[in-house]
């Protein structure tokens, strides 16, 4: 095949600076298999619907083959002036097999033949992310089922607000894992629709299967409308959308492990394989792991709101604007399944530091809600028990005392209610295993919650 495979409406070359501006060839060559695999079922339908004849299917297969083994073993050179890995495949193909070649692309358009190869792409990429997920939500059980008993200052506000245990902290992550783990599956419903037959809108007289080619390539669905199909670039935010939910909760946590483990808190310790250092100054061991995982959340944000914009006001049907979808999808993916392999990493690594932790509880009044709880408990109106206790810490804060300073003689200052069983309510571990309401931080009910979650992690795996 010489010059583009549109010139013979065109009377002039198309410009060097053109063709580098219109290039999309550095983006998409990572679609080559998914091109192949594509062009193989398409040709494959042609030859059962008698379009094209059984040697020439042979060839084309044959052909496509040869192709993705040199492309693999870095033989095949990629010619930008082909625009696209599409056109690339296509002339080589025809270069290496003649006629045959160019009879491939019947009854499609690389209108309809480029959406089909990014949904098959965004297929693996999200199964990637989802094994990332089970890997990551696997990491947060294990950690969490070792620390029931450790018992941290569960915050509001960045201030101290109740002890909980630290795999009950832990357990929110899964939580928040375990919706993203569901958006993979949904996201996937709609992923996995076939647009291959749609041509450049509005379908093709050949007599192609389409459902034949679906079930061929794995697909669960055909596309509707040929209109829809190759101008719908929704599975794309979807999945952009998704990755930018993941990033958002692994950087809540990469958040959390940087507070935790700077000098004023020091509740962690982190394991050095997944730490840095300084040039300049030899006692640095910088968490550039979670900074990092926190920061390239923002660009993941910045690629769902490039293909928000690009799509918007686009009139259908296909528009060259949306050659620019697949930079953004790639990084979203790319990023978000680095980002759950190093985080399930470094949650693996990461541990409890015992005297950081203790010297914290005893700070910032954590019990005070007992103290609240302890006088409501015996009669007193809840809002008359918090200004009681609101009292108690105020004093405490002007004489630089804590709780455990305080006598039962300073106490029943406040109030005649209070009995010698109040010191025992106002411990740490005690105010943890009083929370027994379902979804609570009592011991009991996280080592529970712990197996339903393993339960549920199984489930997903099997399918169930």
């Given at each position: 095949m010489k010059?583009?495979?549109?010139?013979?409406?065109f009377?002039?070359?198309?410009?060097?600076l053109?063709e580098?501006?219109?290039s999309?060839?550095?983006?998409?060559?990572r679609l080559?298999?998914?091109?192949i695999?594509?062009?193989?079922?398409?040709a494959?339908?042609?030859?059962?619907?008698?379009?094209?004849g059984?040697?020439e299917?042979?060839?084309i297969?044959g052909?496509?083959?040869?192709i993705?083994?040199?492309?693999?073993?870095?033989?095949?050179?990629f010619?930008?002036?082909?625009?696209?890995?599409?056109m690339?495949i296509e002339?080589?193909?025809t270069?290496?097999i003649?006629?045959?070649?160019?009879?491939?692309?019947?009854?499609?358009?690389?209108?309809d033949?480029?959406?089909?190869?990014?949904?098959?792409?965004?297929r693996?990429?999200?199964?990637?992310?989802?094994?990332?997920?089970e890997?990551?939500?696997d990491?947060v059980?294990d950690k969490?089922?070792?620390?029931?008993?450790?018992?941290?200052p569960?915050?509001?506000?960045?201030?101290h607000a109740?002890?909980?245990s630290l795999a009950?902290?832990?357990?929110?992550y899964?939580?928040?894992?375990?919706?993203?783990?569901e958006r993979?599956?949904q996201?996937?419903?709609?992923?996995?629709?076939?647009?291959?037959?749609?041509?450049?809108?509005?379908?093709?007289?050949?007599g192609i299967d389409?459902?034949?080619?679906a079930y061929?390539?794995g697909?669960?669905?055909?596309?509707?409308n040929?209109i829809?199909?190759v101008?719908?670039r929704?599975f794309?935010?979807?999945?952009?959308?998704l990755?930018?939910?993941?990033?958002?909760?692994l950087?809540?946590?990469a958040?959390?492990i940087?507070?935790?483990n700077?000098?004023?808190f020091s509740?962690?310790?982190?394991?050095?394989?997944?730490c840095?250092?300084?040039?300049?100054?030899p006692?640095?061991?910088?968490?550039d792991?979670?900074?990092?995982?926190?920061?390239?959340t923002?660009?993941?944000?910045?690629?769902?709101v490039?293909?928000l914009?690009?799509?918007?006001g686009?009139?259908?049907?296909?528009?060259r604007?949306?050659?620019?979808?697949?930079?953004?999808?790639?990084?979203?993916?790319?990023t978000?399944?680095?980002c759950?392999?190093?985080m399930a990493?470094?949650v693996?690594g990461m541990?409890?530091?015992?005297p950081g932790?203790?010297r914290?509880?005893?700070e910032g009044?954590?019990?005070?809600t007992?103290?609240?709880?302890?006088?409501?408990s015996?009669?007193?109106p809840f809002?008359?028990a918090?200004?009681?206790?609101?009292?108690?810490?105020?004093?405490?804060?002007?004489?630089?005392?804590?709780?455990?300073?305080?006598t039962l003689e300073?106490?029943?200052a406040?109030?005649?209610?209070?009995e010698?069983?109040?010191?025992e309510?106002?411990?740490p571990?005690?105010?943890?295993?009083?929370?027994?309401?379902?979804g609570g931080?009592?011991?009991?009910?996280?080592?529970?919650?712990?197996d339903?979650a393993?339960?549920?992690?199984?489930g997903i795996?099997?399918g169930?």
């Amino acid at each position: 095949m010489k010059g583009k495979p549109w010139s013979g409406r065109f009377s002039q070359e198309t410009e060097k600076l053109v063709e580098r501006f219109t290039s999309s060839v550095d983006v998409d060559a990572r679609l080559y298999l998914e091109d192949i695999e594509a062009s193989k079922a398409h040709a494959r339908m042609l030859g059962r619907r008698g379009i094209l004849g059984e040697a020439e299917v042979e060839a084309i297969l044959g052909g496509l083959d040869a192709i993705r083994q040199d492309i693999e073993s870095g033989s095949f050179v990629f010619d930008p002036g082909l625009e696209d890995v599409h056109m690339n495949i296509e002339v080589e193909l025809t270069r290496r097999i003649g006629e045959a070649g160019k009879k491939l692309h019947t009854a499609r358009s690389r209108n309809d033949q480029v959406v089909t190869d990014l949904r098959l792409y965004t297929r693996k990429a999200l199964e990637r992310i989802a094994s990332g997920l089970e890997s990551f939500m696997d990491a947060v059980l294990d950690k969490a089922a070792e620390h029931v008993d450790t018992i941290i200052p569960g915050m509001t506000h960045l201030q101290h607000a109740q002890p909980v245990s630290l795999a009950h902290h832990l357990l929110a992550y899964f939580e928040m894992a375990l919706r993203d783990r569901e958006r993979v599956s949904q996201v996937m419903e709609r992923v996995n629709v076939m647009p291959l037959g749609s041509a450049a809108l509005a379908g093709t007289p050949h007599g192609i299967d389409r459902l034949s080619t679906a079930y061929d390539l794995g697909f669960t669905a055909v596309a509707r409308n040929s209109i829809d199909a190759v101008s719908d670039r929704d599975f794309a935010l979807e999945a952009t959308f998704l990755c930018a939910v993941i990033m958002m909760h692994l950087s809540r946590l990469a958040e959390e492990i940087v507070i935790w483990n700077s000098q004023p808190f020091s509740f962690v310790e982190l394991p050095d394989a997944y730490c840095t250092g300084s040039s300049i100054m030899p006692q640095k061991k910088n968490p550039d792991v979670a900074e990092l995982v926190r920061g390239k959340t923002g660009t993941v944000y910045g690629d769902l709101v490039a293909l928000l914009t690009m799509m918007k006001g686009l009139p259908l049907a296909y528009n060259r604007d949306m050659q620019e979808d697949k930079g953004p999808l790639f990084r979203s993916l790319d990023t978000t399944c680095a980002c759950l392999d190093v985080m399930a990493g470094l949650v693996r690594g990461m541990e409890p530091n015992g005297p950081g932790i203790e010297r914290s509880l005893k700070e910032g009044f954590i019990t005070a809600t007992d103290l609240a709880d302890y006088l409501a408990s015996r009669g007193m109106p809840f809002r008359d028990a918090h200004r009681v206790t609101g009292e108690i810490v105020s004093h405490c804060l002007r004489t630089s005392k804590v709780f455990s300073d305080l006598t039962l003689e300073d106490l029943k200052a406040f109030s005649p209610l209070f009995e010698p069983g109040v010191f025992e309510v106002i411990d740490p571990r005690v105010s943890v295993d009083r929370r027994t309401s379902m979804g609570g931080t009592a011991r009991p009910n996280v080592r529970a919650a712990l197996d339903e979650a393993r339960a549920i992690l199984e489930g997903i795996r099997r399918g169930a």
